[in-house]
């Protein structure tokens, strides 16, 4: 499999991305990762740091003739999502991922690809491992921990770095490029409940909620896709008067939209009968609304053994109240740029065990007030089901700016490249230069990167062909990169 991988061109790009992918990299566990990038620039005997939080900076002069050029920041992160589907064996902590070449695309083996964003690290390491490649000076900014929680980025310090232009390579269309981003902030609930005894002359159910597409919790919130949370929630909701539950675990990381849940449950042996009706008509329901956007998705109910606990009355129905109300999905379009998500907010995680209830929302928008306005009524719904809430991890949008000064350069090289106008675009995601521009104002900032899709979720890939066609645009931006003043 990595052969063939090796083979693709552009062989240095896609050389790197083999070896980088060789590294466990998961969000919160970059040691072996940022170990691999530190050997990689002192290897090259170039420049090459760790700062305080874990990014690594590695620098290389100009080029023969480019020394007049403005310094750059290319700029990816380390981090990968951590997303497998449930039959798939595979050790995120420990495994290399296994990449397959599929027509014009490169997937994984039933696990995220980490494309997102390794396609950009891979091109940064091949811009300064290379001798032929015309550049100004390059600063290479590799963070940790973009995807759960920015903290590589919040904790980049200043004076760090003096490039006053930042390329960040982290986006997924090659068509676009993008001038601005959505902030976050996490917004986590926590209960404690009484278990009772699961009632007798009950027998026990499992519910699986699996086949989901998933994916990025901000740049695929629009496409109606099905959350996992929402949809067990709706069923056992809707059969709440059958049901017990003694169980629940759904959903994985905050910025990935939940493509499994499962639950187990007691009921009444004598309304066994009734609650599979009743279940089997929903089931139908949910998988007709989705089909078009979901139509892998499967909904099972098997008999297993009875659970010995169960949740109160009470704490269920209020459980499911909570949930029901909580929003998910869009919560407000742009009235700035058109068919811009706003604001949005994604129930990630709900898990139900043990007398604790915690469920893990991730809302993200581009305008700070409306980001606290959605966290704020999330807590307003929890509070008032009784739930301890926490709004944590706040980060900021980019604020698009279209005077940029590299913007000009990028539009105007896209154009004479490929004959066509890019897509100048802000996008739901959550970029790290609104967070970057914290500490350094001043440096022009931009992104753009290769065809990807399906992040966040083991559907992932990127595309071959525009990945050549992203390694032409960055050689030719950092060729035309402006004069120093």
């Given amino acids: 499999m990595t052969k063939d991988i090796r083979a693709l061109e552009p062989t240095e790009l896609w050389n ?5 992918n060789a590294v466990p990299r998961g969000s919160k566990k970059e040691e072996k990762v940022i170990q691999f990038m530190v050997d990689f620039g002192k290897k090259l005997n170039l420049d090459t740091i760790v700062d305080p939080v874990g990014n690594v900076i590695i620098k290389k002069p100009a080029s023969k003739g480019m020394e007049n050029r403005k310094t750059v920041v290319l700029q990816s992160h380390l981090d990968m999502v951590h997303q497998k589907n449930s039959n798939t064996s595979f050790n995120f902590d420990t495994d ?30 091949s811009v300064l491992a290379s001798k032929t490649i015309k550049h100004s000076a390059i600063e290479a900014l590799f963070t940790i921990d973009e995807e759960t929680g920015m903290t590589g980025a919040m904790g980049l310090q200043a004076n760090y770095l003096n490039g006053e232009i930042l390329l960040n390579l982290d986006t997924e269309d090659d068509d676009e490029i993008d001038i601005g981003c959505a902030g976050g902030i996490d917004v986590t609930a926590e209960n404690t409940y009484n278990e009772v005894g699961a009632p007798v002359n009950s027998g026990g159910f499992s519910i699986s909620v699996t086949g989901l597409k998933g994916g990025h919790s901000g740049m695929d919130i629009h496409k109606g896709l099905g959350n996992a949370n929402k949809i067990m929630n709706r069923l056992l909701y809707e059969t709440k008067d059958f049901i017990r539950i003694s169980e629940i675990n759904g959903g994985s990381l905050r910025n990935a939209i939940p493509r499994e849940s499962f639950a187990t449950i007691s009921v009444a042996n004598v309304r066994k009968d009734a609650f599979i009706k009743k279940v089997n008509k929903i ?9 078009a956007v979901d139509p892998n998705l499967e909904i099972k109910i098997s008999e297993v053994a009875k659970p010995e606990r169960v949740m109160t009355t009470i704490s269920q129905n209020t459980l499911l109240n909570a949930i029901y109300a909580a929003h998910n999905g869009v919560y407000r379009m ?7 998500v706003e604001t949005s907010n994604n129930v990630a995680r709900v898990i139900v065990k043990d007398e604790s209830v915690k469920i893990l929302c991730l809302t993200r928008s581009s305008v700070e007030s409306s980001k606290f306005d959605l966290a704020n009524a999330l807590r307003a719904t929890f509070e008032m089901a009784g739930y301890t809430v926490t709004l944590s991890g706040s980060y900021p949008g980019w604020k698009p700016n279209v005077t940029s000064p590299i913007l000009k350069t990028l539009t105007e090289t896209y154009e004479k490249l490929f004959n066509k106008k890019a897509n100048v675009v802000a996008c739901h995601a959550g970029l790290e230069c609104g967070i970057l521009g914290t500490n350094y104002p001043d440096m022009d900032m931009i992104s753009f990167g290769p065809t990807i899709q399906g992040a966040h979720s083991p559907d992932e890939k990127a595309n071959i062909k525009s990945s050549q066609k992203f390694w032409q645009f960055l050689l030719t931006i950092l060729e035309n990169i402006p004069l120093k003043k």
């Fill in 283 to 291: 089931v139908k329901e949910i998988k007709a609304e989705q089909s």
């Fill in 334 to 340: 742009s009235n700035d740029m058109e068919d811009l």
């Fill in 96 to 125: 290399g991922i296994k990449m397959i070449v599929d027509g014009d695309w490169v997937r994984a083996d039933g696990t995220t690809l980490g494309a997102d964003n390794g396609m950009g690290v891979a091109a940064i390491m």
């Fill in 16 to 20: 790197n991305f083999a070896d980088l």
